[in-house]
């Protein structure tokens, strides 16, 4: 086992999928986020979730959530778990909650590559375009993850990878995008289709 903790961010407001919580939607029989859960606990050592205690509490997992309030955004769900004393592993590899098609050995190759770089974040690339939802983390980044959010600075994620040594993991075009999000219920009965036709 690779020497590296799982953040799943399951904190958002869910505005685009209705009345329900997205990281609750029913999946095929499970929950996006238990999706999740299954996909990355082969991957990691350590899950954590970033989420709302009250509705995520019956999970297996430590909840931490935004120091600061609910729904404050994923960068705050980063920064939340980074100021824990949970995360004890060198490296986190951050995930959405409504991602359930990511590779089972997309942590590894992440890892593997940050290390070769010994860069401070490593971040998926699918047809030219960055995926920060799915993106590896060196814990020496806490500092500059907790001034781009104290100091409320625009363009988030992006920025941070612009600012810190980054780089970025080609992942190779399949038929069904392993990066995409469920955001909507059209979305959602479109990985239906996929997963339990």
């Known amino acids: 086992m690779i020497d590296v903790s799982g953040l799943i ?3 958002g407001e869910s505005r685009r ?16 986020v238990e999706r999740v859960m299954d ?8 899950i954590i979730i970033s989420g709302d205690r009250q509705l995520l509490g019956h999970l297996p997992y430590d909840i931490i959530e935004d120091e600061t ?3 404050r955004g994923p960068l705050m769900g980063l920064h939340s778990v980074f100021q824990s004393s949970l ?6 590899m951050m995930v959405a909650c409504d991602g359930v098609f990511f590779p089972a ?5 992440l890892h593997a590559l940050v290390l070769e770089n010994n860069a401070d974040i490593g971040c998926i690339r699918y047809r030219g375009f960055p995926q920060p939802m799915f993106s590896l983390w060196n814990k020496r980044t806490a500092p500059s ?9 625009l363009g988030g994620f992006k920025l941070l990878l ?3 040594r980054s780089v970025y993991l080609d992942w190779p075009e399949n038929s069904i995008n392993p990066f995409f999000n469920i955001n909507t219920p059209k979305d959602l009965r479109y990985a239906e289709t996929i997963l339990c036709p």
Do not use: D, F
Request: glycine share 8%.
């Open 9 to 11: 961010l399951s904190a």
């Open 145 to 153: 993850v907790a001034c781009a959010v104290l100091e409320k600075r």
């Open 39 to 46: 996909r990355l606990a082969p991957q990691v050592g350590r």
């Open 17 to 32: 999928m209705g009345s329900q919580n997205k990281a609750l939607a029913i999946l095929c029989g499970q929950t996006l």
């Open 162 to 164: 612009a600012s810190l």
């Open 87 to 92: 995360v004890q592993s060198e490296h986190l």
């Open 69 to 71: 309030g609910p729904h």
């Open 105 to 109: 050995n997309v942590v590894a190759k």
